[in-house]
């Protein structure tokens, strides 16, 4: 099993439409974890840190779910300038030799058309 | 103003040869560090500093060098024993957090090609 697995998509939405990606974890004692955002051929972004049971900026929400070792983004009233990939992001958990390492998953396609 | 930066942004490198890429960072983070990109994957951790003068290898580090003298410089050196070094590389900083599990926002230089002819 991958340590962070999303679903690759791509997802191809309409301008104004909800579009929510889904990541699971596999390591129980992460405690930090965040969604990138990647521009084609650029640098990824920080686009949100995930805390205690989810957050909201703007148009962008995400969740946790620790039990269930699932994060999830949700975005309402896409943008063109939405079109991205959109990683999710897990710290290794405390202590060991994964301390202050991040995992990424491989990433989930969205275009946002007109 | 602040920022990480990366050169070169292109790099062609022939078989058999050692390039290093720059990595320098101005946020005065203490940890650093190396990933690559290839199509269609996620960032693989290459190498991490958290400390001038320490460093420790990460999921892919065969093949690949680095130091850190300086706080602001992590420099990654892809030696000739790297298999496949046709790559996006990306380095990154950050500090190093608070309390028991110590994972802070990681920021993003604008990367390097690599390109093996």
């Known amino acids: 099993r991958k340590e962070v697995e999303q679903d690759p998509g791509p997802f191809n939405v309409p301008e104004g439409a909800t579009v929510a990606f889904n990541c699971t974890y596999s390591n129980s004692a992460s405690q930090s974890f965040f969604w990138y955002r990647q521009d084609c051929r650029k640098e990824p972004k920080l686009l949100m840190s995930v805390y205690s049971s989810g957050n909201e900026d703007g148009r962008f929400t995400a969740q946790l779910n620790r039990a269930s070792q699932y994060i999830s983004l949700l975005i309402r009233d896409s943008k063109l300038s939405d079109s991205a990939t959109y990683l999710c992001?897990?710290?290794?958990?405390?202590?060991?030799?994964?301390?202050?390492?991040?995992?990424f998953g491989q990433g989930t396609i969205l275009t946002v058309h007109p | 103003d602040g920022g990480i930066t990366q050169s070169p942004k292109y790099l062609f490198r022939k078989e058999g040869q050692n390039v290093t890429l720059s990595c320098e960072q101005n946020l005065n983070h203490d940890a650093m560090y190396w990933y690559r990109q290839d199509p269609g994957q996620g960032l693989r951790l290459i190498y991490y500093s958290q400390i001038v003068n320490d460093f420790q290898k990460g999921d892919i580090a065969e093949g690949y060098s680095v130091s850190r003298e300086k706080k602001e410089s992590f420099p990654l050196t892809v030696t000739s024993a790297q298999k496949n070094p046709t790559a996006f590389y990306l380095c990154?900083?950050?500090?190093?957090?608070?309390?028991?599990?110590?994972?802070?926002?990681?920021?993003f230089g604008p990367g390097t090609r690599l390109t093996v002819l």
């Open positions: 992001v897990v710290n290794g958990g405390a202590g060991g030799t994964s301390y202050g390492k991040l995992t």
């Open positions: 990154a900083s950050s500090t190093l957090g608070q309390g028991e599990f110590r994972t802070d926002t990681q920021y």
